[in-house]
């Protein structure tokens, strides 16, 4: 499998873990001139902008620890474009997630929804 087939495998299992809790998925891979977002959602009140971070081994740190600053701000960006666009509305309330996603190889895998992850940063 090739790295974009096996991102797109662990954001199917990132949005169906989404659906599993009462999410729902809006859009996956919104792309803008200032970068990406893999899955945009809905899960309660709050419009969810989601990174999801894989890893096979540990060996290589948590997926959670691996949205930077850059990566927020990124994200962040590309959340406004997307508000723009859609005409969201302004008193629905934002959250920043990331949904890490751990590959033991085994045929286990560890899904953790950090809810809430960061602030929006300018």
Not at 59 to 75: E, M, S
Request: hydrophobic share 35%; net charge positive.
């Amino acid at each position: 499998m090739n790295k974009r087939d096996l991102g797109t495998f662990y954001e199917d299992i990132a949005a169906g873990y989404i659906k599993n809790k009462g999410g729902k998925v809006i859009k996956r891979n919104f792309r803008t001139r200032q970068g990406e977002i893999d899955i945009i959602a809905r899960d309660g009140e709050y419009l969810c902008f989601v990174e999801v971070k894989y890893r096979k081994k540990d060996d290589y740190g948590n997926p959670l620890d691996c949205v930077g600053y850059t990566k927020q701000r990124t994200i962040c960006k590309v959340s406004r474009v997307y508000i723009n666009m859609n005409g969201a509305d302004f008193d629905v309330p934002i959250r920043y997630d990331v949904i890490a996603v751990n590959d033991y190889g085994n045929g286990t895998l560890n899904v953790n929804w950090l809810k809430n992850a960061f602030e929006y940063v300018l």
